[in-house]
């Protein structure tokens, strides 16, 4: 039964791919490359003839396959090379040609076993078993290779043909790898094996009539992954061969030295693999010879961005982060910031630097040298005498002097040179080309704009500091005009109660508290006072208005009235100095004799006064404004201040006025819940 599905499974395959082919070469193929996909066929429907006329065991059968899997290789390889072009042939001869040459090998086993002796041709089988499976393992790698190449709108087209051949090489894989561990072959694999040649060919048809667009990047990534393959490949296929050997010739130590030979070749393997020096040289070579380009900018751009935006308490400081993103770039294992002070270059943040430079970095002549042109600086060419003039005499001896020393990169912003790096040389040495220049003054701008950037952010916190200072003392010069004109006022009157024991003693508490309040000013000038509230606690409202209206209402009457019981949460020292801005300046806006008053409420304190008024864009717009005022001389705080104060404890301060009428200002204060904390309370 098995021999009858294999002849006849082979046989309709191979008229199934004889008459894709004729169709193809009559209406041709617009989508795929035309001459490569005829050969495939046509070789795919010369073996399944050989298969179905010959059988599997021939040396027909088994050249026959090899040619298949070469013929489809070719033409993978020709997709790829129709779209990457042929300036990237180094790269794609590089992953296809191993695989291609493990099948040419599997093609002289062949021939070599059926002139062999039966002894001999046993161990070739197993070889040649293994390299056949080797050779679909490393073609399903490539065609995965080939689908992730395809742009992802563009894959429907691909998609068909990518399946048909996976599916191809899965039942080469499967039958070969039963037949390794079997050590005969299956029948019914074989003849399975038909049936799936036969079920492949609709899907190469409808993948070809698609004409889809089936434009391919190479891509890095994935070329190093190939790379790699290809080198396990033919790791693994010398150690299966040197085994062999010997087993064949190895007599009685065989055992031994197969053992040995395993971990040695593991061991040299792993050593190499895991050398920074044999990493970098790799892929100094792999860019060198199989790219067109240095560097994968987008991969590289990528790195660099994330190394500048690290943020988090974790994160190293943003001149050591520049510092390893400018290094990353040329795999430097350090570098050194530098940063334009007076006209000249200081020391900055090292990343990783050896060695301390001098306290004088370098002078005025390296500075203009890189802020002229944005000239990156390579050290070897000034150490061997080939830069120019300008280099020779600019670059300080101490640089030349340290061998690390590869490169100076400047840091330019808008004409303006920020700073420069000094990078470490590479663990493969090489000297700078086009494409470091370009890649590192680009980078350099970036960094630039980011250290120039910070400095901005500085420069603001700075001058925030200034203004929360000039805030801060306009609101104490508000104060200290009130204190003066209460001092004035005691001064005048002394001149004529001056021998009332009463007055001399009003006016020693009088002074001895505006003294209280001068420190309580100063303190709050000093930088280190914070200017917030202190925590709430439950404060009488009335004693505390019935206080401060004795004290800023002087000759005009200030009646204070209401709730004896009222509690509030609040600051006393702010609430104090709130109500004093409000009263003083209803004391000084009433007109002739009208008292102003004071109400005090369960959580609420009212301020009014008879006043000039004030209108409603005024009162909506600027009162609250600072440095804004309808009084002559006034300073235009207290309002603004005392709102700050209110809303800093939990409260509002909402007014109303009419021109020509008066003034009500109204304090809200949070709710105290329990009379607690009164030992406290002003």
Do not use: C
Request: glycine letters at 8%.
């Amino acid at each position: 039964m098995s021999a009858t599905v294999i002849l006849w499974g082979h046989a309709l395959a191979a008229l199934l791919f004889a008459g894709l082919a004729l169709s193809q070469l009559r209406d041709g193929a617009a989508s795929v490359p035309r001459t490569a996909f005829l050969v495939a066929l046509g070789l795919t429907a010369l073996w399944a003839l050989a298969m179905a006329g010959i059988g599997s065991g021939d040396m027909v059968s088994w050249v026959a396959e090899s040619l298949r899997n070469l013929g489809w290789l070719g033409f993978m390889f020709a997709l790829l090379r129709r779209d990457a072009g042929a300036r990237r042939d180094r790269a794609v001869k590089t992953i296809y040609g191993v695989v291609a040459l493990v099948a040419v090998a599997g093609i002289g086993l062949a021939v070599f076993q059926a002139s062999a002796g039966s002894e001999l041709g046993r161990g070739i089988t197993a070889v040649r078993i293994l390299l056949r499976m080797m050779v679909a393992v490393g073609a399903l790698v490539l065609v995965n290779h080939l689908y992730s190449l395809v742009a992802p709108a563009a894959r429907g087209g691909i998609r068909m043909a990518v399946i048909a051949l996976a599916t191809m090489w899965l039942a080469d894989l499967a039958l070969y790898a039963v037949a390794y561990l079997g050590g005969d072959w299956p029948l019914a694999m074989i003849a399975a094996r038909g049936v799936v040649m036969v079920a492949i060919v609709p899907m190469l048809a409808i993948a070809v009539h698609r004409n889809g667009d089936w434009t391919l990047n190479i891509s890095r990534t994935v070329t190093w992954q190939s790379l790699t393959l290809v080198a396990l490949t033919i790791y693994a296929m010398t150690t299966v061969l040197v085994i062999s050997a010997i087993e064949a010739f190895g007599g009685d130590y065989a055992r031994v030295a197969q053992t040995a030979f395993v971990f040695g070749s593991a061991a040299a393997l792993l050593t190499l693999l895991s050398s920074p020096v044999i990493k970098a040289w790799l892929r100094v070579m792999v860019a060198k010879h199989l790219f067109r380009h240095r560097y994968d900018y987008r991969a590289e751009w990528v790195r660099f961005t994330e190394t500048l935006g690290t943020p988090g308490e974790s994160a190293p400081p943003l001149e050591e982060r520049i510092v390893k993103a400018v290094a990353d770039l040329t795999e430097s294992p350090a570098g050194l910031l530098l940063v334009a002070d007076g006209g000249a270059l200081s020391v900055g943040t090292g990343w990783q630097w050896h060695g301390d430079p001098p306290a004088s970095v370098a002078g005025e002549e390296l500075a203009a040298l890189l802020a002229g042109g944005a000239r990156i600086v390579e050290l070897d060419s000034v150490r061997a005498g080939r830069a120019t003039a300008e280099e020779l005499a600019a670059v300080p001896q101490w640089m030349l002097d340290h061998h690390a020393a590869w490169a100076v990169v400047p840091l330019v912003h808008v004409k303006t040179l920020i700073g420069a790096i000094l990078l470490a040389r590479p663990p493969i040495d090489r000297s700078l080309d086009w494409e470091d220049f370009d890649l590192l003054r680009i980078a350099g701008r970036q960094v630039a704009s980011y250290l120039a950037e910070a400095r901005a952010h500085e420069a603001l916190a700075d001058a925030r500091r200034f203004d929360e200072f000039n805030r801060r003392f306009a609101f104490i010069l508000h104060d200290v005009k009130n204190l003066v004109s209460q001092l004035t006022l005691v001064a005048r009157n002394a001149e004529r109660h001056a021998d009332n024991p009463d007055f001399r003693a009003d006016m020693i508490a009088t002074l001895k508290d505006s003294a209280g309040r001068m420190n309580d000013l100063l303190a709050r000038l000093s930088q280190h006072h914070s200017g917030r509230a202190d925590d709430p606690q439950a404060i009488e409202l009335l004693p505390l208005a019935e206080r401060i209206a004795k004290m800023r209402g002087g000759s005009r009457a200030v009646v204070v009235t209401g709730d004896r019981d009222a509690l509030a949460l609040a600051d006393p020292a702010r609430l104090e100095q709130a109500l004093g801005h409000l009263i003083q300046n209803a004391v000084e806006a009433s007109n002739g004799g009208d008292p102003v008053t004071v109400t005090v409420g369960h959580t609420s304190i009212e301020v009014a006064d008879r006043g000039t008024g004030m209108s409603a864009s005024f009162v909506r717009d600027r009162l609250f404004r600072p440095f804004v005022s309808t009084k002559h001389g006034g300073f235009g705080i207290g309002a603004f201040e005392a709102r700050q104060v209110i809303q800093a404890m939990g409260g509002s301060l909402d007014v109303v006025s009419r021109e020509g009428e008066g003034t009500r200002f109204t304090v809200t204060l949070p709710q105290a819940l329990a009379p607690h904390n009164l030992e406290h309370a002003a």
